[in-house]
Nanobody
Framework: VQLQGSGGGLVQPGGSLKLSCAAS????????IGWFRQAPGKEREGVSF??????FYANSVRGRFTISRDNAKSTVYLQMNSLKPEDTAVYYC???????????????????WGQGTQVTVSS
């Protein structure tokens, strides 16, 4: 099982980025995938989650971020619009074990993690 996150970079406030999480070693449509982020000096937090057509977002990103998946390409995306300096963090994708949807932000439910991609929002 491997998850390869990519697409991070430096962007100005108000700008956009699209992160990708390429999955291998398992059937993507059999599992939920979450995006998490960790800012300097802060704990890692859940950003978004997708599974079985359901999508979830943290309050801080709802309306600005959109999660999607392409099972044929074994890839999950995170489109990030209207970026703010407080979105600056390392972003990780992770594969969930079976979990109650209400606990999608609970990290012990995630068994496999990508290596992280840096997103910096700054003028």
């Amino acid at each position: 099982v491997q998850l390869q996150g990519s697409g991070g970079g430096l962007v100005q406030p108000g700008g956009s980025l699209k992160l990708s999480c390429a999955a291998s070693g398992f059937a993507l449509d059999d599992y939920g995938i979450g995006w998490f982020r960790q800012a300097p000096g802060k704990e890692r937090e859940g950003v978004s989650f997708i599974n079985v057509g359901r999508k979830f977002y943290a309050n801080s990103v709802r309306g600005r971020f959109t999660i999607s998946r392409d099972n044929a390409k074994s890839t999950v995306y995170l489109q990030m619009n209207s970026l703010k300096p407080e979105d600056t963090a390392v972003y990780y994708c992770a594969r969930a074990s079976r979990l109650p949807f209400s606990l999608w932000q609970s990290q012990p439910y995630y068994s496999y993690w990508g290596q992280g991609t840096q997103v910096t929002v700054s003028s």
